[in-house]
């Protein structure tokens, strides 16, 4: 009796997404959306908290997780002066991008009023390279003290991704801590 409860709390859930999250608790309309709780201007500044839901990782985390090579890594760092094409999915970059080794650059995905083309791109690139599965396990990171990563976090959350981690330290405590990063080109 006991193995069967213990079984039945242990084997995950099959079936349709769960409903998504309700939004965090209102904040200032000047700086977040009432209807998603996104942050939608001045993205860089403390972050006092996690997203609901989304456990928060450190350096050492992330990088255990990228070594097991089962995670996601989903850098959602802005193109500075880059233009993206919509019809052809193609970036003009303005400067080069360094990222996490194997992680995957959706640049632009972590505004919280994203061009549509941008949500759309960042929405079918997660699917495919989750393959389809919601409990693909997921680390999203931009930048320290940047709401992009928390806002694509959250989305992530949203669009019923079940398994999301948030590294709040990004690119920033990567690099302090010594770890490599490689050239990377917005994902396909």
Known sequence: ????????????????????PAAPAPRDP??????????????????????????????????????????????VTPARGAVHDAETGEWRLSEPHETIPGAHWFPEAGRGTPDPAIDRWFERGLHRLSRGSRRSPIVVFCL????????????LRRL?????A???????????????????????
């Open 166 to 188: 948030w590294y709040a330290d990004g690119l920033d405590g990567w690099r302090e801590t010594n770890r490599p990063l490689v050239g990377a080109r917005p994902d396909h």
């Open 144 to 155: 320290a003290d940047c709401w992009m990563s928390w806002n694509a976090g959250w989305k």
């Open 30 to 75: 000047a700086l977040f959306d009432p209807a998603t709780g996104y942050r939608i201007t001045a993205y860089r500044g403390v972050v006092p908290a996690r997203p609901p839901g989304i456990a928060r990782i450190g350096t050492a985390e992330a990088s255990r997780r990228l070594a097991d090579g089962r995670t996601l890594f989903i850098d």
């Open 1 to 20: 009796m006991i193995a069967a409860l213990l079984l039945a709390f242990m084997t995950p859930a099959v079936g349709p997404a769960p409903a998504p």
């Open 160 to 164: 019923g991704y079940r398994t999301v």
